[in-house]
């Protein structure tokens, strides 16, 4: 053992460093926020409760029943059942989410193509029992209507929702002969 070593040990130099720490923070005002009085405003694109879109012409929700999001899901917290009606559509009889087993990582928000299930930034909910936290299909649209409609709804899915059609566009003829000349 050095020197050093043993008049750390000694005199506990690192506890006393500690110490200076927190006496040096501890006049300084806090930074707690009282909650129920003092919200914080959810930042754009939060992940927060489910919903289902409504489609804003039909008024009916976007989802077809594909499955992608819950083929997505790492926690298999959703689940879709669907049948087939008259025309031999695909129709989605339930849609449910496991909200106490979601990590909110929103892969279903990226999976679905038709843009039907978003995370709302409403992130201030709670229950007393398992069932008030299992979202059902009607629920779910009820939130899409409370938390996301008119144009809230339209603003989050113009700024949040990838891919779009003009992400798919076709290249100019120029583009491509500039191109074929540098690779010769």
Known sequence: MTANEFIKKVFFIEILKGLALTLRHFFTP????????EKRE????????HALVRDPETGREKCVGCGLCAAMCPSQCIHIYTSEDDDHKKVVDR???EVL??????FCV??????AIVL????EYSGY???????????LLHNWDKYMANSKGREYLEKF?????????VPAAGHHQAEGKKAT
């Open 30 to 37: 806090s930074v707690t926020r009282q909650y129920p009085t």
């Open 120 to 123: 709302t930034d409403h992130f």
């Open 161 to 169: 929702w990838r891919p779009k059609s003009e992400d798919f566009g």
């Open 101 to 106: 087993r979601c990590v909110y990582c929103a």
């Open 129 to 139: 029992s398992r069932e008030e936290l299992y979202y059902t299909k009607d629920r």
């Open 95 to 97: 849609y449910e989410v």
């Open 110 to 115: 990226e999976a679905c193509p038709y843009g």
């Open 42 to 49: 959810p930042f754009p694109g939060s992940r927060g409760l």
